[in-house]
């Protein structure tokens, strides 16, 4: 059975990290891609990154890049967010979602037919 779950949310402080993981089961993990998203009160969802398989090119929008860090651990079928100098503006609901569709990963959410629950980021003093 397919299922990708998110956790390592929770409350930070401006200018601190913390590490998302999102554990996949039941799909052929080197060769999907993997892509988080994050979703603000309010807001539309937006791309945050991604990775591909059968190679791991990845992708960062351009709010994260130099903050963020994605990274595949093909041993534990899991992938990471490593978050750095971490904002308010950061503050939703992150998701992971995966897709076998296309030669590279992108993160448009559109196209990833699976998803996770979510995990909680939030960033305030």
């Known amino acids: 059975q397919l299922q990708l779950v998110e956790s390592g949310g929770g409350l930070v402080q401006p200018g601190g990290s913390l590490r998302l993981s999102c554990a996949a089961s039941?799909?052929?993990?080197?060769?999907?891609?993997i892509g988080w998203f994050r979703q603000a009160p309010g807001k539309e969802r937006e791309g945050v990154s991604c990775?591909?398989?059968?190679?791991?090119?990845?992708n960062y929008a351009d709010s994260v890049k130099g903050r963020f860090t994605i990274s595949r651990d093909t041993a534990k079928n899991t992938v990471y967010l490593q978050m750095n100098s971490l904002k308010p503006e950061d503050t939703g609901v992150y998701y992971c979602a995966s897709t076998p569709y296309g030669t590279t990963c992108h993160i448009r959410g559109s196209g990833y037919p699976y998803w996770g629950q979510g995990t909680q980021v939030t960033v305030s003093s």
């Open positions: 039941g799909i052929p993990f080197n060769y999907w891609h």
């Open positions: 990775t591909s398989g059968s190679g791991g090119a990845t």
